[in-house]
């Protein structure tokens, strides 16, 4: 639509995604984009399906990138790919704790852990709350990743380390958001539904969901 009446709305964009990336993008309108700022500050954890294949290594990390290397990968298993994965994790939760400015000894922090609010309240580099191996079928693999304060770009080059730390190598063939905070893929509108009634649906249905997470972290 056009005209006078529309040129006060204003639409902003939360964590964006890059073009190789799909998934829930979370946009705000009006109100919306204080509200946006509002769940930036909260700092809430992002997930993503990550696909992977075993056997190449690129410039980009993407399946679709110029080839620069070319390696076996029959001597990866499930286990030896899932004790990476436990390796980095272990790494990542360290980062969390020291990023988190909180003393671990006080009741703050245990409250805080078994809520789930253990997060950085301020800038860091990326980090990785949670991973795990979803399909495993050589030279393909499927991820689940949790994590704060990421690129899409990040988490192809995680699959590539990944393939190295394996003796191997390894391009992503697929980063896909499936939750943006209190966000997830059911909330998402394809693009048949991109009109008034499903839009005011959306922000309907998300409205308690959004007022709950800032009274929860913000106060």
Known sequence: VRGPRFRRLKIGAGHRLDVKASGVFVLGIGHGNKLLTDLYNCHLTKVYTVGGLFGKATDDFS???KLVEKTTFDHITREKLERILAVIQ???HKALLMYSNIDMKTQEAYELAVKGLLRPMGKSPPI???VRCLQFALPEFQLEIHCLHETQQYLRKVVHEIGLELKSSAVCTQVRRVRDGVFTLDDALPRTQWN????QEAIQNCQLRVEAELEKTLG
Do not use: M, P
């Open 196 to 199: 008034l009634q499903s839009i």
């Open 128 to 130: 990785i709350t949670a």
């Open 90 to 92: 272990g790494t990542n």
């Open 63 to 65: 399946d679709t990138g």
